[in-house]
């Protein structure tokens, strides 16, 4: 009997630990199941990545918008549009800009380049009433009759005076007789048209005229003489050029038939000036730099 009821306890006891084991490996069973479904792979697509791409929210900042411009790669508009600046650039430089044909263009440069101005210097021109007014003048030399020359703008028109080294000579010689009279007190005040002439009347001179430097198309021969003239008390030493023939072919009907005659005026300094840039040493020297020029040209 006793062993009956031990029997039964045994039994009983196995069959509840049986029962304890068999529902705690169930219950593992089902957490496990769950487990394995909630790591379940996902079927990735392309489409399903570009979403993902697009959806991640990124954390810009001052300094991540810096970095990344520095190192992105610029776009093709950009590059597209720095070859273009590029492209036209070299083509202007390839392809210079073509000149605009001028019909006039050389048309005075014969004139031009027919004398050599090499000097300035000044001097007083006539003017009407008597009076006198203060101007420049150009020196220069005529390479072929090595005669050197006087521009001056005289009464609306410009008057070339060409001399040759026999007339330098006299105009040298009038001012040096200027100079002795001046100094001996024994200029003569009041008698203009003698003194005008006082020490020479035999020059003669090519004087050719016009209204504009580059036309200065009428010529003839004058004659000059030397001598002073007061003006406004203080005697001046003075080159009066007569009038002249114009002698210039074909003209036409509205040309001057002759020149006007024009007084130069010159203080004892402009009047030295003068014959040193006009006197034979001074044209010799203008006249071998121009042929050296022309011979290295």
């Known amino acids: 009997m006793k062993i009956n009821t031990i029997s039964k306890k045994v039994l009983l006891t196995s069959a509840v630990l049986l029962f304890a084991s068999t529902f705690t490996f169930a219950q593992e069973a089902e957490v496990s199941e769950e487990i394995a479904e909630d790591v379940t792979p996902i079927a990735v697509t392309e489409e399903s990545e570009s979403i993902e ?12 918008t810096v970095d990344a411009y520095d190192e992105a790669p610029q776009s093709s508009s950009i590059s597209t549009a720095d070859e273009y600046m590029e492209s036209s650039t070299e083509k202007k430089t390839a392809k210079p800009k073509s000149k605009i044909h001028n019909p006039f263009e050389g048309m005075f440069e014969p004139k031009q380049k027919k004398y050599v101005f090499y000097e300035q210097t000044p001097l007083s021109t006539g003017t009407i009433g008597y009076g006198i007014k203060a101007r420049t003048a150009e020196i220069f030399v005529d390479p072929k009759t090595k005669k050197v020359g006087i521009q ?55 004087v050719e005229w016009g209204t504009i430097k580059a036309m200065i198309n009428n010529f003839g021969d004058a004659k000059f003489h030397v001598g002073y003239e007061f003006k406004k008390n203080s005697p001046y030493f003075c080159i009066i050029v007569k009038d002249c023939k114009n002698i210039a072919p074909d003209l036409g009907s509205n040309v001057a038939e002759k020149s006007v ?12 000036q003068l014959l040193e840039k006009i006197g034979r040493e001074r044209v010799k020297q203008e006249l071998q730099e121009q042929a050296v020029s022309a011979d290295s040209y």
Do not use: W
Request: hydrophobic share 40%; aromatic share 16%; with cysteine.
């Open 53 to 64: 791409e697009e959806a991640v929210p990124v954390a810009v900042t001052e300094e991540s």
């Open 152 to 206: 001056v703008y005289y009464q609306s028109s410009f008057f070339d005076f060409m001399f040759d080294e026999k007339d330098v000579a006299l105009i040298a010689e009038g001012f040096e007789k200027y100079l002795a009279d001046f100094d001996a007190h024994a200029l003569i005040k009041n008698n203009t048209m003698k003194t005008r002439k006082m020490y020479t009347s035999k020059g003669n001179c090519r």
């Open 261 to 272: 005659e024009v007084q130069l005026y010159f203080t004892k300094a402009e009047a030295k």
